[in-house]
């Protein structure tokens, strides 16, 4: 799809979570792609999905949900800074058209308040802009 339309911000998000996914697997899922596939995918990374993620960002910066795709790979990396940069990038004032787009922001609001509590036992709280 990105061979043909590589504007697609939509598909750059499933890239990124494919890449996301398979790099990520676990042992389980390791042993069933090498069962079922008879190997495992080695060029997914979580650096590539963070690439396809923030080009998806890039295309179409009005979708809250691919903010909360790079928030949630970059927490599950430890990197909680990066996750609520993200968060409260997302969270700024954007037109929600669907009750989808409802559903994700507060999914992020619930998830930036979850992380700055957590910040504010160890530091000062990251204030959305």
């Given amino acids: 799809a990105l061979r043909d339309e590589p504007g697609h911000a939509d ?22 792609s090498r069962l079922l596939l008879g190997r495992i995918p080695h060029d997914a990374t979580n650096a590539k999905a963070r690439e396809a993620i923030q080009k998806a960002i890039e295309l179409n910066p009005a979708r809250i949900d691919y903010y909360y795709d790079l928030a949630r790979m970059c927490l599950l990396k430890g990197r909680r800074e990066a996750a609520l940069q993200a968060l409260v990038e997302g969270t700024e004032p954007a037109a929600l058209v669907t009750t989808e787009d409802l559903a994700v922001s507060r999914q992020m609001e619930r998830l930036l308040g979850q992380l700055n ?3 504010h036992i160890r530091g000062p709280d990251l204030e959305p802009r």
């Fill in 117 to 119: 509590r957590r910040r």
């Fill in 11 to 32: 598909a750059w998000q499933l890239l990124a979570r494919w890449h996301f996914k398979t790099a990520n697997y676990t042992i389980f899922e390791t042993l069933a």
